[in-house]
């Protein structure tokens, strides 16, 4: 059942009327809805795998009964397929490209329909707005109670993501593929925590060491960690890590085993 409450993430960014023309629908066409929780809009420009990994780390932060929206559509207007699913005590509304794999690939025998949008949406859909068109009246039926089988048909098969690199050349390094760079300049890996490993990384000839919060580190001083989402992360103690070592997402980051 429905919490009343939708979550979006998108990559439409808030120099545009885009976010607000989507929470404006929701409230228009969900009378139940109690609240719109924005997770993200600045995912860059159809970065479908950026999204994925921003909202595989954000989604479980939401209750149960939430409805998630994530719109990163490079395919808008295409034929690619409007998935809406249940996962673990949530639904969940996005493009099938491969934005909403690891989700799906983490919950709990998800429930997976293709939207028949001729059935749930209703009115004249825009070719290059879905986001207003169809994942929002799609989210508003979820809010007012709609069930999946009244939205489209069962389907067993999705886009995936090929998932983030991690290589261990030897069993004292890894090489992480950077997923994410947060607006402090954190550049966040796709090495995950394990218990008991600590890493530095491999900046040469500089190496930043391991820590376990950024207030060990000495000002200015490029540091190891493991952040927020569970994942070995880059930072510069009152700095911005990604500009100063000239690190971007795709990239990889050599980590040392201390």
Avoid: K
């Avoid at 390094?173 to 760079?181: D, G, P, Q, T, V």
């Avoid at 952040?227 to 009152?238: D, N």
């Avoid at 971007?248 to 201390?258: C, H, T, Y």
């Amino acid at each position: 059942m429905s919490a009343g409450v939708v979550a979006l993430l998108t990559d439409f960014g808030l120099s545009d009327s885009y976010v607000g023309e989507l929470h404006a629908t929701l409230w228009r066409r969900a009378p139940s809805l109690r609240g719109v929780v924005d997770l993200c809009h600045a995912i860059p420009p159809q970065a479908v795998r950026v999204g994925s990994f921003a909202w595989q780390r954000a989604w479980r932060s939401c209750g149960e009964g939430t409805v998630l929206v994530g719109v990163v559509d490079p395919g808008v207007g295409g034929e690619r397929l409007v998935l809406a699913a249940s996962v673990d005590g949530r639904w969940l509304v996005a493009p099938d490209n491969g934005l909403a794999a690891p989700i799906l690939a983490a919950a709990t025998a998800p429930t997976v329909v293709a939207a028949d949008l001729a059935r749930v949406v209703g009115e004249p859909a825009s070719a290059t707005f879905h986001g207003r068109d169809v994942f929002a009246p799609v989210a508003a039926l979820l809010v007012e109670g709609a069930a999946l089988g009244e939205l489209g048909e069962p389907i067993g098969d999705w886009r995936t993501m090929e998932p983030p690199r991690v290589a261990f050349p030897s069993a004292r390094a890894a090489e992480a593929e950077i997923l994410w760079i947060d607006r402090f300049g954190n550049v966040i890996t796709a090495l995950a925590a394990e218990a008991g490993a600590r890493w530095s990384v491999d900046l040469s000839p500089l190496r930043a060491r391991s820590v376990e919060r950024y207030s060990q580190a000495e000002p200015g001083e490029a540091v190891a960690l493991v952040g927020s989402a569970g994942f070995w992360e880059l930072a510069v103690e009152g700095g911005h890590a990604a500009e100063e070592f000239g690190l971007d997402v795709g990239a990889s980051l050599r980590f040392v085993r201390e």
